[in-house]
C-alpha cells in the first residue's frame, strides 16, 4: 500500500531554516509528484507549493516563494521541503501528499498523504 | 491569492443533507473544472473526498457530491451520518497555476 511517512517534530528558533523529509513506498516514486500543504495550529489549510516528479520543475506560493525550496531523491523514494528565515508564524504542522495522477505537467489534487510534521518556532 | 470564502460552520441531523459553498473569482473557481474538496476530522490527515468539481476517488461513499456554477463550487452530502462530523475545505486550481484553498467549515452532525 502507498505509505509517507514524514520526518518528526522539530522545534527552531526565528531566522533558522527546517527540512521536513516524506519518504515514500509502495508506487513508482517516479511516476507522481508532490504537494506540500501547512496547517497552523487551529488554522486552515495553505497550500504551499507542488514539485514536478518528472522534470523538477517546482511552483510555490507567492508568499513563501522567496524562503522555500522543494526537492526530490529518486535514489532513496524521498520528497523534501526546507524552508529558510523562519518566523513564528511558520509555526504549523507540515504535510507532504502526493498527485492523484501521474506524469502530471501541472499540480493535480493529492490523493496521499503524510501523517504530518510538527515545526515550532520560537526563541 | 486569497483564500476561497466557506461558511465557518453548518450543521444537520443524520439522515438529511448539507451543503457547504465555495465561492472564489473568476481567476480560481470560475476558471476551470479544477476544484476539489478535503474532509478532516480533528487530528487527523486530510482526505481527498471530491475532485474535478464532481469526480470522487476510489472508496468515497457516493453520499458525497460536487456541483459548480459559476464563481461558486458546492459540496452536497445526503444521508448525513455521524461519522460525517469533520472540516472540510475547498480547494481550487488557479490561473496562476497554483492551489487555493477555501477556509474550512466546520460540519456538526446534531
Redesign the interface.
Known amino acids: 500500500q502507498v505509505q509517507l511517512v514524514q520526518s518528526g517534530a522539530e522545534m527552531k528558533k526565528p531566522g533558522a531554516s527546517v527540512k521536513v523529509s516524506c519518504k515514500t513506498s509502495g508506487y513508482t516514486f517516479a511516476s507522481y509528484g508532490f504537494t506540500w500543504v501547512r496547517q497552523a495550529p487551529g488554522q486552515g489549510l495553505e497550500w504551499m507549493g507542488w514539485i514536478n516528479i518528472d522534470s523538477g520543475h517546482t511552483i510555490y506560493v507567492q508568499s513563501l516563494q522567496d524562503r522555500v525550496i522543494m526537492t526530490t531523491d529518486t535514489s532513496t523514494n524521498t520528497a523534501y521541503m526546507e524552508l529558510r528565515s523562519l518566523r513564528s508564524d511558520d509555526t504549523a504542522v507540515y504535510y507532504c501528499a502526493r498527485d492523484l495522477l501521474p506524469h502530471h505537467g501541472t499540480p493535480p489534487p493529492m490523493i496521499y498523504w503524510g501523517q504530518g510534521t510538527l515545526v515550532t518556532v520560537s526563541s | 491569492?486569497s483564500?476561497l470564502t466557506q461558511p465557518a460552520s453548518v450543521s444537520g441531523s443524520p439522515g438529511q443533507s448539507i451543503t457547504i459553498s465555495c465561492t472564489g473569482t473568476s481567476s480560481d473557481v470560475g476558471a476551470n473544472n479544477?476544484v476539489?474538496w478535503?474532509q478532516?476530522h480533528p487530528g487527523k490527515?486530510?482526505?481527498?473526498m471530491i475532485?474535478?468539481v464532481n469526480y470522487r476517488?476510489s472508496g468515497v461513499s457516493d453520499r458525497f457530491s460536487g456541483s459548480k456554477s459559476g464563481n461558486t463550487a458546492s459540496l452536497t452530502i445526503s444521508g448525513l451520518q455521524a461519522e460525517d462530523e469533520a472540516d472540510y475545505?475547498c480547494?481550487s486550481?488557479t490561473s496562476?497555476?497554483?492551489?487555493?484553498?477555501?477556509?474550512?467549515t466546520k460540519l456538526t452532525v446534531l
Open positions: 491569492q483564500a479544477y476539489s478535503y478532516q490527515v486530510p482526505k481527498l475532485y474535478d476517488p475545505y480547494s486550481f496562476s497555476s497554483s492551489w487555493v484553498f477555501g477556509g474550512g
